[in-house]
């Protein structure tokens, strides 16, 4: 329970009026607002909070006995006169409908901050005005702001009764269902404005109890809701999992935000932590990506992001991120950044066509995609659970099947340089482009060897190749090279040349001794009709 120091003017006060038997107090907001001494809740409440308008609910027998000295009461004060609305005992399931539309019908349509005052409510009035306060901030697009008070008679020290606020309650309330939504639907906008309203609410009762411990702080985790939930809506696939240049990635942040926001909640509001557990779980599959989507982390990060779509019922996002998952296990490095400005679009496209050229369960991935995108302008049998079941297949079985046994891009090393002997700066620029490196060693070419004969060497040496290779570092025999880049090109495969910088030094004795150190990969220009270029 919260009291208030600072008290706000209400445009309308929205109180009860029950048949007790009640007794003069004064009734105290906070250590400096009290109103003067009344037998009516209502009165007190409608002069520390200025209200402008007082609509009182009240049944038939308690406006019969209270009616006549509420109204005198308000008057002397100068106050607003009351607006009484009649409301049934709720003795039946047609008249607790009627106490719900009237109650409801007060708490809308008020251009200023609403109180109620729930301190009189009869039976299960309370309940019914929680129940609709819910309702309508669930349901209006724009709901007044509202505040709840009742007025603490059981705690009252001699004459002074403490009006304690439980609007941080209905904060809770509006956070909950936000979640809610965001749980079910994977929208976090709404999540986000409620989660930064909580924040002020829970700051605002820290205050007024003490400032007991640290201030509470959600407004970093309204921020990251809001960054996650975007980047979720909009299929921003880099931003949500590996963050763009010196920006982490937007799940990360959130999740981190969640677990710092956990402590505050659990002092402040321990009924609502177990909600922050849930954001914890919905966020961690997808959280540790890395700077890229290579390797066993990136691609199951992937498969978990496609998971999460499924899910959540986002069947066009689900199978989008199955197809560019898909293409994921072809792509270099530099193709696996999407949304960084080195991202590498030639790279991006290349890898495409190899997974289109030797993986059949390709062709199926990008069928299902384009059936959503071409929203049925286009031959498909399929109905909508047919499609739905479709893509469960894909994400649930498929691609976390390719994604576990495949093994990621590849460097090949087409030389008679084994890689184990390269120097590190080459071995790491190798493995900046793709995720391993594999040798096949450089055919010896006889001297003799025709034309057709290299043709058909290269062919063989090619087909040694896996698809999945990205680039190809070849050196050797001048016309076999040339047959390979050929061959290698036409499959969409960037070939590489190792160039190196080399030092003489010479001996005493007058010998000299060569060393030569890598400096970098440098790209063939395109040969023939596949021309292509790095």
């Known amino acids: ?36 001494p009344t037998r009516y809740v209502g009165r007190a409440f409608a002069e520390i909070f200025k209200a402008r308008e007082v609509t009182v609910l009240a049944t038939d027998q308690a406006l019969d006995q209270h009616k006549s000295g509420l109204e005198e009461a308000l008057r002397e004060g100068n106050l607003p006169a009351p607006i009484f609305v009649r ?12 106490q719900f539309r009237l109650l409801k019908h007060q708490l809308r349509d008020c251009d200023g901050p609403v109180m109620l005052d729930v301190t009189h409510g009869f039976r299960s009035q309370p309940l019914f005005a929680a129940s609709i306060v819910a309702f309508v901030r669930a349901i209006d697009e724009t709901p007044p702001e509202l505040r709840v008070c009742y007025a603490a008679f059981d705690a009252r020290h001699g004459n002074f009764t403490p009006i304690w606020e439980i609007t941080e309650f209905i904060a809770l309330l509006d956070w909950a269902q936000s979640l809610r939504m965001l749980f079910k639907t994977g929208r976090a906008q709404e999540a986000a404005h409620e989660t930064m309203r909580l924040g002020r609410a829970l700051a605002k009762a820290w205050a007024e109890s003490g400032k007991q411990g640290d201030r509470p702080n959600l407004d970093k985790l309204g921020t990251a809701l809001h960054d996650f939930g975007a980047d979720l809506e909009t299929l921003r696939t880099g931003d949500l999992l590996i963050g763009r240049e010196s920006t982490s990635s937007s799940v990360s942040n959130l999740l981190k935000r969640a677990q710092e926001a956990q402590e505050h909640v659990k002092q402040y509001a321990p009924p609502l932590a177990d ?14 990506a890395g700077q890229d989507l290579s390797g066993p982390e990136g691609r199951k990060a ?6 999460l779509y499924l899910r959540l019922g986002r069947y066009l996002e689900a199978a989008a991120t199955v197809r560019e998952g898909w293409i994921n296990l072809y792509a270099p ?20 066509e190899r997974a289109s050229k030797h993986d059949p369960d390709f062709q199926e991935v990008t069928d299902r995609r ?57 071995t790491k620029a190798a493995l900046a482009l793709a995720e391993r490196i ?14 057709k004969e290299i043709k058909a060497l290269a062919k063989e040496c090619a087909a040694k190749v896996p698809p999945e290779t990205s680039h190809a570092l070849v050196q050797g025999e001048f016309t076999l090279t040339v047959e390979l880049v050929r061959e290698l090109q036409a499959r969409g495969i960037t070939c590489l040349a190792a160039t190196s910088k080399r030092d003489v ?15 970098r990969f440098r790209a063939y220009p395109g040969i023939g009709r596949n021309k292509r270029c790095h």
Request: hydrophobic content about 35%; proline content about 5%; charged content about 30%.
């Open 1 to 36: 329970m919260s009291e208030s120091s600072g008290v706000i003017q209400v445009t309308r006060l929205v109180t009860f009026l029950g048949t007790g038997n009640y007794q003069e107090t004064v009734c105290q907001f906070g250590e400096h607002s009290q109103a003067r």
């Open 87 to 98: 409301i049934p005992m709720g003795k039946n399931a047609d008249e607790r409908w009627d």
């Open 275 to 288: 909600v922050l557990d849930r954001v914890v779980e919905l966020t961690k599959p997808i959280a540790d």
């Open 302 to 307: 992937v498969v978990e992001l496609a998971k």
């Open 333 to 352: 490095k530099t193709a696996l950044v999407p949304g960084a400005t080195t991202f590498d679009s030639k790279e991006r496209k290349r890898a495409e």
């Open 370 to 426: 384009n059936d959503f995108l071409h929203a049925q302008y286009r031959p498909s049998t399929q109905r909508a659970a047919d499609i739905a079941e479709t893509v469960k297949s894909l994400v649930v079985e498929k691609l976390r099947i390719a994604s576990e046994a495949q093994r990621g891009a590849c460097f090949v090393n087409l030389s008679n340089h084994p890689s184990a002997k390269w120097d590190e700066a080459q």
């Open 438 to 451: 594999e040798d096949i060693a450089f055919p010896a070419v006889p001297p003799d060897a025709g034309e």
């Open 505 to 519: 030094e010479e001996g005493d004795d007058g010998r000299r001794v060569s060393t030569f150190t890598f400096v």
